[in-house]
């Protein structure tokens, strides 16, 4: 089996980048009972595809009804659980616990929740942006 190494030119002034630690929640969207500190994004490392942060939940807390437009959202739960309501009258739901990974597709109608009595942490991508319709509004 033969691999093939394939080479693309970085546009000019593009090289890997570090950002050392999340940055404040005020600075990216934010929804009631999560806290989204951001990471990787346009402003912090000139990502043009990608958002990618930390996000925690408070206990006993349920989100608004929203979605992410185009975009699909990717989490992984470092402490905690996480449930997100989904389907007619939001009646249906997944649950993520540490050490799992969570996928919420494009377009997809959802609440997020914590109904439990300790915070939640996840790391969170959001490609191609952190993008939050709100339904409520």
């Not at 593009?14 to 404040?24: E, I, L, M, S, T």
Request: proline letters at 8%; zero cysteines.
């Amino acid at each position: 089996m033969s691999t093939r190494s394939t080479r693309s030119t970085p546009a000019k002034g593009q090289k890997p980048y570090v950002v050392h630690g999340p940055q404040a929640a005020s600075s990216t969207i934010q929804t009631r009972g999560m806290e989204r500190r951001p990471g990787i994004t346009k402003d912090t490392a000139g990502a043009s595809r990608i958002w990618l942060g930390l996000v925690t939940a408070t206990p006993n807390e349920t989100g608004q009804p929203h979605h992410h437009g185009e975009a699909e959202t990717a989490a992984y739960v470092l402490s905690g659980r996480v449930r997100v309501y989904f389907g007619e009258g939001f009646k249906e739901y997944v649950e993520a616990g540490p050490g799992d990974f969570l996928f919420v597709p494009a377009h997809v109608h959802h609440i997020e929740a914590n109904p439990f009595d300790e915070p939640h942490t996840a790391v969170l991508a959001r490609s191609p942006d952190n993008i939050v319709v709100n339904l409520a509004e």
